[in-house]
């Protein structure tokens, strides 16, 4: 089977424009959450979508959004990219339990300009 | 609120020797604990966990932790590092009451293992 897999693997953009980050979970997985690491950082929390609904958001601006489609898969989108933005954005899926672990994609890396 | 501690940048071991990597953790209720390694420009690879029962846990790679509940410690433990085993290592923590995958994970901890 297929781990999670996520596009594009790395990005240049400049201050100011849209990124839009894509995740596929692994099969029968429902649950999708995306995690910003910063260089020298662990990841940080900035959503769950689980069922294509929202259900946890960490402390990030509204610039952060995210959506889940019918298919499970997910898409992370930021807008008026700041230089800070630049990090590994990864993303997790798992079954809708709490005692399981989570499974990580390779991740994301966003360089803004 | 939860948090996750890691207190050591680093830790160098040589190989052939244990090897340990200590992780402290606040979590109202009893939590749910990981370990995740990072190998360089990669994702996180998912090691072990311990939900409930023995407080030894094993996992991939031959690495095991171990569950201290009075000194609320979750330390990763190997009985012989390999060069191979030199990542990054993140310990996270869930607690039973939050969304499946929202893990709160320390700061992380570099091994380097020498030959």
């Known amino acids: 089977d297929a781990g999670v897999t996520q596009s594009p693997t790395h990005l240049i953009k400049t201050r100011g424009q849209h990124v839009t980050l894509r995740c596929s979970p692994i099969s029968g997985h429902k649950s999708v959450s995306w995690y910003q690491q910063v260089l020298g950082q662990g990841p940080q929390f900035i959503f769950q979508?689980?069922?294509?609904?929202?259900?946890g958001r960490g402390n990030f601006p509204d610039r952060f959004s995210a959506r889940q489609f019918p298919n499970y898969s997910s898409e992370l989108n930021v807008n008026a990219l700041l230089l800070g933005d630049s990090a590994l954005y990864l993303c997790a899926s798992s079954l809708w339990t709490t005692n399981t672990e989570a499974f990580f994609g390779q991740g994301t890396r966003l360089t803004v300009v | 609120a939860q948090s996750v501690a890691q207190p050591e940048d680093q830790v160098n071991v040589a190989e052939g020797n244990p090897l340990t990597v200590k992780c402290t953790y606040s979590v109202s209720g009893n939590p749910y604990l990981f370990w995740y390694v990072q190998y360089p420009n990669r994702g996180l690879q998912f090691l072990l966990k311990y939900i409930t029962g023995d407080n030894l846990v094993k996992g991939s790679y031959g690495f095991e932790a171990e569950f201290n509940k009075s000194q609320t410690s979750f330390h990763l433990k190997k009985p012989s590092a390999l060069v191979s085993d030199s990542a990054l290592y993140f310990c996270?923590?869930?607690?039973?009451?939050?969304?499946?995958?929202?893990?709160?994970f320390g700061s992380g901890t570099r091994l380097s293992i020498r030959p």
């Open positions: 996270a923590v869930r607690a039973p009451s939050s969304s499946a995958s929202k893990i709160i």
């Open positions: 979508y689980y069922e294509k609904e929202e259900r």
